[in-house]
């Protein structure tokens, strides 16, 4: 079996199953696919084997590969679960058999199951024998194991949004061919506006121009489908011609977003970010533009951090209405978000890479709606497990503001405080005011008696009381109307006016001596040094945790795709409700 038999496009079978699996592959073949390739793990291969047989094409016209799973690399099982794959499959041997996955660690050595595959050639079950999943370093030790010239392919994840160019690099030097596999990051990159605009000039669709790009760059390639009109123009993609320009094109797209990174993935070998995609501002009031731009080289003490999604804030579209520090033109808005970091600058520890992280930037700074964004290692809080991106990048602007608000005052436990303008940083400061023994009254018109509940609220105040006695008043409705509620403070009280400063104090000096304060994340962006990041974020980090296990309680956001973040914040704007655009 020589390579130029193996088709370059296959069809991919993972997560099909049973009779859908059976359908799509009896489809796939009519339309004239003659390379199929399933895996033990997706649980089909009997599925597979029928529609194979039942396909009517003859076993020499067909390509086929299994792959082994990571409980039977063992010298015990190997073998066995190779003719049990024979037998699902109705054949008598593949074409091609892979190692699903490196042994993850403490697994078996290398050698040993390699040896087994190398064995399982022997024996006539398989044609070829190849890896999936394989870094550097482990292909590396394979072609050391393996006699010379068997290893056949590498199959690793390959799209416009994860070129891995230096596997691809290193396989082409050691003559290893590359299958590309997840070629439409699952329908991610189909809708990139990039590849949209070279489909429109070939009157072709999104999915055939990124076949076709990995084609050009001589690798197999195996999407999967269930529709069989879908099948047919991924074929249809075979005579589609790109030219150099629009490869490269596709080329700059990539930006090491990964879509199968299991818990006992390898340590990848990650590509430098040279440009990323990144929303920028076109003037006030105006939409967002969405385009290419530089990855600026790191300075010391910064990271570069992959977003996997980005909060949307009133802020953000407040700014981008009103334009009050004059942005430049390609400005990248946004202060939260929450991503993986994938590259660290001088001075910052490398075991940080890979870790996840939630963040509130500057917003003078390049920010977070973009597929990277850079920040100061110091700045970001690790996500803790069980805490989804979405939810963590929806949390730092309301919960730091609520945790600055919170820290103002006094401890008083039994104090009776006030809390008007229920958004998401008061319905947080509710929770942590009544965790810490304060009696929290709500004023609000739209609050209902089983979210009071939730939050800990005593009371509900459907309009303002003629009366207060209260130590604290912390207004989100703006500082006119925090003004008018300062009367109900009592002597040596505190009001903390979220949404800005109330410029002249209610009463003479020396009677009440109410003191005000004023919260701005901001301040600290501008003004903060080492030491008050370092315990903001290790309390931000705290309430994280309290929010991963239900101490503190949010609300889901509504989530939009990272092409449509203009309409996310004209969501956050007109239903005044949180939005997170998911990257
Ligand atoms: N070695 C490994 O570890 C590994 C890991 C992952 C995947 N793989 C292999 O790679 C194969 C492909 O990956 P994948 O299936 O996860 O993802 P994919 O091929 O990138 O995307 C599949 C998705 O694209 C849609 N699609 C297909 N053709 C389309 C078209 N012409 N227009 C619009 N949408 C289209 C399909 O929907 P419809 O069904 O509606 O068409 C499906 O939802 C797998 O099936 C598997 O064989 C290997």
Redesign the pocket.
């Known amino acids: 079996m020589s390579q130029s038999i193996m088709p370059k496009l296959g069809f991919?079978?993972?997560?099909?199953q049973d009779e859908v699996a059976y359908q799509?592959v009896l489809t796939a073949i009519e339309e004239g696919f003659r390379h199929i390739?399933?895996?033990q793990i997706?649980g089909n291969e009997e599925a597979v084997g029928r529609a194979i047989k039942d396909s009517g094409v003859a076993r020499g016209e067909l390509f086929i590969t299994t792959?082994v799973w990571n409980d039977k690399l063992n010298k015990t099982d190997f073998i066995n679960s190779v003719k049990e794959s024979l037998t699902k499959l109705q054949l008598d041997h593949v074409d091609l058999l892979?190692i699903?996955?490196p042994s993850p660690a403490n697994g078996e050595s290398m050698h040993e199951y390699l040896t087994e595959l190398q064995s399982a050639k022997e024996l006539g079950l398989t044609k070829e024998i190849g890896v999936?999943?394989f870094t550097i370093a482990q292909m590396e030790e394979a072609l050391s194991i393996l006699p010379k010239g068997a290893l056949f392919t590498n199959?690793?994840?390959v799209?416009p949004y994860l070129t891995n160019q230096k596997v691809r690099d290193f396989c082409a030097q050691n003559d290893i061919l590359v299958t590309g596999?997840?070629?439409?990051?699952?329908?991610k990159v189909?809708k990139d506006p990039t590849i949209k605009a070279i489909a429109d000039k070939h009157q072709v669709?999104?999915?055939?121009v990124v076949i076709a790009w990995e084609l050009a760059h001589d690798m197999v390639t195996?999407?999967?489908?269930?529709?069989r009109?879908?099948?047919a123009?991924?074929l249809k993609a075979l005579s589609l011609s790109l030219s150099q320009d629009e490869i490269n094109q596709i080329d700059a797209l990539s930006c090491g977003d990964r879509?199968?990174n299991p818990d006992f993935a390898p340590d990848w070998d990650h590509d430098e970010v040279k440009t990323t995609h990144a929303w920028q501002f076109q003037g006030a009031d105006k939409a967002l533009a969405l385009g290419l731009k530089a990855v600026p080289a790191l300075k010391a003490g910064q990271i570069l951090v992959r977003n996997l999604a980005v909060g949307i804030n009133p802020v953000d579209w407040k700014f981008i209405q009103a334009d009050p520090i004059n942005w430049t033109d390609t400005h990248t808005p946004g202060v939260d978000g929450a991503g993986v970091i994938e590259k660290v600058g001088d001075g910052v520890d490398s075991k940080l890479i890979g870790k996840t992280v939630a963040y509130h930037h500057s917003l003078s700074e390049n920010g977070s709606f973009a597929k990277h964004t850079v920040l100061y290692a110091e700045r970001v809080m690790q996500v803790p497990k069980g805490l989804a991106a979405n939810v963590a990048a929806a949390l730092p602007c309301p919960l730091l503001t609520a945790w600055q608000a919170f820290s103002k005052i006094p401890l008083r436990k039994d104090e009776k405080v006030l809390v008007t303008g229920m958004g998401a940083v008061n319905k947080l400061l509710t929770q942590m005011l009544n965790h810490s023994g304060f009696e929290v009254h709500a004023l609000s018109k739209s609050l209902t008696t089983e979210q009071a509940v939730k939050l800990g609220v005593k009371l509900v105040l459907r309009d303002a009381p003629s009366e207060g006695g209260y130590f604290a008043l912390f207004d989100a409705n703006g500082p006119e109307e925090a003004k008018k509620l300062v009367p109900l403070l009592q002597a040596n009280g505190h009001v903390i006016s979220i949404l800005g400063r109330i410029e002249t104090p209610v009463d003479e000096p020396f009677t009440r001596t109410i003191s005000y304060h004023e919260i701005a994340l901001g301040a600290l962006h501008d003004y903060g040094d080492t030491q008050q990041w370092q315990r903001l974020v290790s309390d931000g980090e705290k309430l994280l945790n309290d929010i991963a296990s239900g101490t503190l309680n949010v609300e889901e956001p509504t989530d939009f795709e990272f092409n449509n973040l203009n309409d996310a914040l004209e969501f956050s704007k007109v239903q005044k409700q949180k939005a997170v655009v998911v990257v």
């Open positions: 991919g079978t993972f997560r099909l799509s390739d399933t895996a997706y792959k892979l699903h996955w999936s999943n199959q690793v994840e799209h596999y997840m070629p439409f990051a699952v329908g189909l669709s999104t999915a055939e195996i999407p999967s489908s269930t529709k009109e879908n099948m123009t991924n879509q199968a």
